[in-house]
């Protein structure tokens, strides 16, 4: 495909749009592999040439996950407000509402998993780096309530940065609030999975990403408390190859399997199966 | 205490200290009477402490609460408590010097006291880790709070922490998690849990021994989800200059009267006048006399009972609109 090359800069967009539709093309940001769009789209934003997973939106999430037609939305109406009257605070969310939507950092959904009932919470980074604030927290603890009164399992997948420092300390108790509602659903033995993507750091991977009863990664991600620069700051060193991965973190017992997307949903179905009590769809007997 | 150390804003209070320290000085080597000049400039360095203690700025309170010579968890265990037997390791990496912990008493009844420990100088720095604790830090509290609810004992928390460590090792090890578990614990322990914030409450590593049925803060110590530092440098690209250090510490709302209000913490324990680094025993006493309130509270609910309130209590943190 060497005749085709996304200008650097935006030089004759009248004459590109004329030739071929630029947004028809994808370039793989981690190995430069080009290919038409729709062969992105289908292979789940997942590069079919290299396997790196290209960030999504969190609503594409659920369609992924949840069976076509059982979708609803839970808790649309939670708005971020600006409680300790933080600077430029409300331009910020002002901006983030235009660009990433109204769900805030998080959507959170009820639905059904290969016809099993499941609440499911999806952090979404492009709504300001996935940021943790009170209605991410106020969402995960009503989705929670959810899944006590139904015993529906609960499913979340992160994607943060950490906490939302625009909100103080209060994002900071969000991770308390959130530990303290998994902890009674552990408690009537209603299964969490924590799905984790790229990245999960900060207060998030501190609270409910790293509580699930089981914990999955999408490959590549970068996963950690701290984030890379800071810790390459402190240390004044370089860090090793692949360091705070998903890859890494399995190596270091600390997620129980790295998953394709493309193989999420049917990973999750089958360990909702056997954390419900429910035999496999297909058992030893069955094979 | 020592003038070397005195803040910026503390200067006043060290001149007039060195006025009074020379006049002692003086009627000591003369052996005449000079109560008459000293009697006054004592009350005037009273009134002066009290002044400037009363109008700290936020960014003020920030440096409080670092102060090498605040009294950190070691000292109040030496004045606080008596028959304090410490408990080390995790029990399946190593001992972490940045956490101390173990079983003592307050007043007549065996409690379990668990704190961040920051060092004075730079051999102890390196020993506690600044404080900053690792992994094996959160996993031996955890151990100990567990022991003390094996023998229905009351955890009483003690934080003090920039932060827990960014480090490779601390990553490897499972710093997310062993934070996280700790939240989650604690959310269920059946024992009365009563964490207070001796001096600078650093985010997740601080809230890793915080959730508790009464959180309470000395008067000028600080909680936050990040250093005033980190957030001036990521939202205005520079967290060295006082100006935007200054505007991060007021806007992140951070000291015990904001979080009072936010109801993010339960109680305010009040400082002798110049600080709890100017008199450790008066800090020290204020600190007992508040464990002692809230623990009599917290005795007369029952487990599920104090469960259920303290889950509720941080289900219930958190402003949004709706
Ligand atoms: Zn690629």
Redo the contacts with the bound molecule.
Sequence with gaps: MVWFRKDKKPRQPLRQKLEIPADAWEK?E????TDIREKFVRNLSV?P????HRRIRAIEYVGILLDEGSVEEVEPDLRSADPLGFPDYPARLKKALGSAGDEDAILTVSGTLGETPVNLGVMDFAFMGGSMGSVVGEKIARLGQRSLERKYALVIISASGGARMQEGVLSLMQMAKAAAMLAQLSERRIPYVSILTNPTTGGVSASYAMLGDAIIAEPGAVIGFAGPRVIKQTLGQDLPEGFQTSEFLLDHGMVDCVVPRGELKRTVGQLLRHMSGQPAATGWAAS | MGTSVALEFEKPIAELEKQIDELRKVAGDRQVEVDDEIVPLTRKLDALRAEIYRNLSPIQRVQVARHVRRPFTADYLRLCFTDFIELHGDRAFREDAAIVGGWARLDDETVMVIGHQRGRDTRENLKRNFGMPHPEGYRKALRLMKLAEKFQVPILTLIDTTGAWAGIGAEERGQSEAIARNLFEMSRLEVPIIATVIGEGGSGGALALGVADRVLMLENSVYSVISVEGCASILWKDGKSPEMREKAAKALRITAPDLLELRVIDDIVPEPPGGAHANHEEAAKALHVALLHHLEELRRLKPDKLVRRRREKFLRMGIFNE
């Excluded at chain 1, 981690?30 to 592999?33: A, D, E, L, V």
């Excluded at chain 1, 040439?49 to 790196?52: T, V």
């Design positions: 793989c981690q190995c430069g592999h590069c040439s290299c396997g790196y």
